[in-house]
C-alpha cells in the first residue's frame, strides 16, 4: 500500500447542528460518563494489515475528538483534541500512570523513567533531568558529529569500493541511522562505543533482539509472556531472555566501572560545569559522579536500559522519515542543501553553527509532524477524572472512571484539519518563526510573544496541538539531545550526499511499534557531491 495514498485522509465530515443537539442530549442523559461517548467498533481485522493508527484517524474523522473503542469487552478512549491532551498530560497528570505500555515495558526497563510507577518517578526524574543540562548537550555535539562523520566516511569507502566511475551507491539509509543512533546513545548515555555503523557484536545483536521483542509485544494485544513458564518454553521468549542477559551484563560492567573510577577532581569540574577537559561526559559518569556511591546499581541500570530504547529508534525513525519527505521534494532539498554548505563551509559544527541551521530543524520538526515518534501516548487512569468539554457537541466533558485505558493520538492531532492547514503536506516552513502579530500558518491560537526564547516550535507555542516531544512532567527528557543530534546528522548527509530514493516512494511501506518505521527499509541512491 502506497503510503502517500494513506496518508490522505476523507475531509473532515462537517457536523450538523442536529448531530451536536443529539450529542448533547446523549451527553446530558448519560450525565456525561463514557456511556455518552461515540464509540467505534473496532473489528479485529483493524489490528491487523495497516498501522492501528490509520484506523484511529477515520474514527476521529467520524466521531470526532474524543471517542470510545471498543474492542469486544476491552475499550479505550481515544483523544485527538489539544485541550483534552493538554489536560491529561499536564493539568491532572498525576491522575495517570501509563497502564497498558508499562506492563509491557516493565520487564525490559524495571523501573526506568518510562514505565516506573510515580513515586520512583519523581524520584529519578528529579536526579536525570540535570544531567541533560545545556553544557551536557554542548559537549554531546562533539559525540554526534564524530559519530555521523563515521558513519559518511563508511557510505563514502562504499561508494570507492561499489563504483567509482558513478559515484554513487544504493543504501538502505534507516538501517544506517538505526546503527548510528544506537553509537550515539551509547556514547552519550554510557560512555560506550558500540561502533554498530562499521561491525556487528554480540551486544549489538542483543539490543536489535531486545528491541525487535520490545515491538512484538506492543503491537501483541495478549501478554502471554507473563504465563508461567513460557520464560523457558516459548522460543522466542528465551533468546529475549537471553539477550536481555548479555545487556544487562554489559551495563553491570560499565556501572562497576564507572563507580570504581570515580575521581573527587572530576566532581568537582562536573560541579563547575567544566566538560572541556573531562574524557567521560557521559549521563552515567554524571549521575555517578553528582550521587556518589549511593546510587542504587539496580536503578541506574534500569535507567540506562531506558534511555538506550526510548533515544535509540525515536531518532533513527525521525531521521528515516525526514529523508524520505525531503527526497519527495528537490527544491526543499535545494534548499536545505544551500542552507547546510553555507553554515558549515569552514567544516566544523558547533553549538553556534547548529543555531543556523534553522531549516534541518524545520525539516525534522515536520517530520515528527507527519510521522510522530510514538504515535499513540498510553495512559490509564488512577483514579476518577472529569476530561474538559467544548469540542463535537461535548460540551460538559466526559466523566473518566478509575482504570480508563486512554490513547492520546499524537498522530491525529499532528494531522487534525481542525489544527492545520494543509495538514497531510511536507511544509518545513509553516513553523518558520512569525513577525509579530502574524502568527504561523497553520497554527491555530498561536501566541508569537509566548515563541520568545523557545529553541524550538514545541507543545506550549502550539497549545498542545503539536506534540513532538510530549508534554507536562512526563515530557521527552531528551528533546534537545534529539534534535541536535538529528541536525547534525541529517546536515553532514546532505553536505556528503545527493539523495533519492530508489524507487517509488508509495513502494516504502510503513509499520509501527513503538515508533512508525518502514516495512523494508528506506533504500536510497547517494550520489556523491562535488
Ligand atoms: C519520553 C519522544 C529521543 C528519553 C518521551 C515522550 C515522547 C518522546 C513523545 C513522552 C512519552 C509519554 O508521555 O508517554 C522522543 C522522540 C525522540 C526522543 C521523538 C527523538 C527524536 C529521546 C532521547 C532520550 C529520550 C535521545 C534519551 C537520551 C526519554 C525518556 C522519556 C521520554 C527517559 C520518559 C520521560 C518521563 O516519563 O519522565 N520521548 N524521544 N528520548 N524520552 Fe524521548
Given at each position: 500500500t502506497s503510503v502517500d495514498n494513506q496518508q490522505q485522509p476523507p475531509k473532515p465530515k462537517q457536523r450538523n447542528l442536529l448531530d451536536n443537539a443529539s450529542n448533547l442530549l446523549t451527553n446530558f442523559l448519560s450525565g456525561g460518563g463514557l456511556g455518552a461517548m461515540p464509540v467505534a467498533e473496532g473489528a479485529v481485522t483493524d489490528l491487523f494489515g495497516k498501522p492501528l493508527f490509520f484506523s484511529l484517524y477515520d474514527w476521529f474523522l467520524e466521531h470526532g475528538s474524543v471517542y470510545k473503542l471498543a474492542f469486544g469487552p476491552k475499550s479505550f478512549v481515544v483523544v485527538s483534541d489539544p485541550i483534552v491532551a493538554r489536560h491529561i498530560l499536564r493539568e491532572n497528570a498525576f491522575c495517570y500512570d501509563k497502564g497498558v505500555l508499562a506492563e509491557i515495558l516493565k520487564p525490559i526497563m524495571g523501573k526506568g523513567l518510562i514505565p516506573a510507577d510515580l513515586d520512583t518517578w519523581k524520584q529519578r526524574r528529579k536526579v536525570i533531568t540535570p544531567g541533560f543540562h545545556a553544557l551536557f548537550i554542548e559537549a554531546m555535539v562533539r559525540i554526534f558529529t564524530r559519530c555521523s562523520e563515521r558513519t559518511m566516511s563508511k557510505l563514502e569507502e562504499l561508494i570507492e569500493t561499489e563504483d567509482r566511475e558513478q559515484k554513487t551507491i544504493i543504501v538502505d539509509l534507516e538501517a544506517e541511522f538505526s546503527n548510528l543512533a544506537l553509537d550515539i546513545i551509547g556514547l552519550g548515555v554510557f560512555n560506550f562505543d558500540f561502533d554498530s555503523v562499521t561491525k556487528e557484536s554480540p551486544v549489538i545483536k542483543a539490543v536489535y533482539g531486545t528491541l525487535f521483542e520490545a515491538e512484538h509485544r506492543s503491537t501483541f494485544y495478549i501478554p502471554y509472556w507473563n504465563l508461567p513458564l513460557t520464560k523457558w518454553i516459548v522460543p522466542r521468549q528465551r533468546k529475549f531472555h537471553s539477550d536481555l542477559k548479555v545487556i544487562n551484563d554489559c551495563l553491570d560492567d560499565l556501572i562497576k566501572n564507572a563507580k570504581e573510577t570515580r575521581q573527587e577532581d572530576d566532581v568537582e569540574k562536573l560541579q563547575q560545569r567544566d566538560y572541556s577537559s573531562l574524557k567521560d561526559v557521559s549521563l552515567l559518569?554524571?549521575?555517578?559522579?553528582?550521587?556518589?556511591?549511593?546510587?542504587?546499581?539496580?536503578?541506574?541500570?534500569?535507567?540506562?536500559?531506558?534511555?538506550?530504547?526510548?533515544?535509540?529508534?525515536?531518532?533513527?525513525?525521525?531521521?528515516?522519515?525526514?529523508?524520505?519527505?525531503?527526497?519527495?521534494?528537490?527544491?526543499?532539498?535545494?534548499?536545505?542543501?544551500?542552507?547546510?554548505?553555507?553554515?558549515?563551509?569552514?567544516?566544523?559544527?558547533?553549538?553556534?553553527?547548529?543555531?543556523?541551521?534553522?531549516?534541518?530543524?524545520?525539516?525534522?520538526?515536520?517530520?515528527?509532524?507527519?510521522?510522530?515518534?510514538?504515535?499513540?501516548?498510553?495512559?490509564?487512569?488512577?483514579?476518577?477524572?472529569?476530561?474538559?468539554?467544548?469540542?463535537?457537541?461535548?460540551?460538559?466533558?466526559?466523566?473518566?472512571?478509575?482504570?480508563?485505558?486512554?490513547?492520546?493520538?499524537?498522530?491525529?492531532?499532528?494531522?487534525?484539519?481542525?489544527?492545520?492547514?494543509?495538514?497531510?503536506?511536507?511544509?518545513?516552513?509553516?513553523?518558520?518563526?512569525?513577525?509579530?502579530?502574524?502568527?504561523?500558518?497553520?497554527?491555530?491560537?498561536?501566541?508569537?510573544?509566548?515563541?520568545?526564547?523557545?529553541m524550538y516550535p514545541n507543545e506550549i507555542i502550539a497549545d498542545f496541538a503539536f506534540l513532538p516531544f510530549g508534554g507536562g512532567p512526563r515530557k521527552c527528557v531528551g528533546d534537545q539531545f534529539a534534535l541536535l543530534e538529528s541536525t547534525v546528522a541529517l546536515a553532514l548527509l546532505l553536505r556528503k550526499f545527493d539523495v533519492e530514493l530508489r524507487g517509488s516512494p508509495d513502494e516504502v511501506e510503513m509499520v509501527t511499534g513503538a515508533t512508525i518505521h518502514t516495512k523494508n527499509g528506506l533504500w536510497c541512491r547517494l550520489r556523491k557531491r562535488t
Open positions: 559518569r554524571f549521575l555517578v559522579d553528582m550521587r556518589g556511591a549511593d546510587v542504587d546499581d539496580h536503578q541506574l541500570r534500569d535507567d540506562l536500559m531506558t534511555m538506550l530504547i526510548a533515544g535509540h529508534e525515536t531518532t533513527a525513525a525521525v531521521l528515516t522519515w525526514s529523508v524520505f519527505l525531503l527526497a519527495q521534494s528537490p527544491t526543499k532539498m535545494k534548499k536545505a542543501q544551500t542552507e547546510v554548505d553555507s553554515v558549515l563551509s569552514n567544516g566544523a559544527i558547533t553549538m553556534e553553527s547548529l543555531k543556523k541551521l534553522e531549516y534541518i530543524k524545520l525539516i525534522i520538526l515536520e517530520a515528527l509532524r507527519l510521522y510522530p515518534q510514538p504515535p499513540l501516548l498510553i495512559r490509564r487512569s488512577l483514579r476518577p477524572d472529569k476530561l474538559p468539554g467544548g469540542y463535537n457537541g461535548a460540551k460538559e466533558g466526559y466523566e473518566i472512571p478509575t482504570g480508563t485505558d486512554i490513547f492520546v493520538s499524537i498522530y491525529n492531532l499532528h494531522r487534525s484539519p481542525f489544527f492545520w492547514d494543509r495538514p497531510n503536506e511536507f511544509e518545513p516552513e509553516r513553523f518558520s518563526v512569525p513577525k509579530k502579530d502574524e502568527g504561523i500558518e497553520g497554527w491555530s491560537g498561536f501566541d508569537p510573544d509566548r515563541s520568545l526564547g523557545a
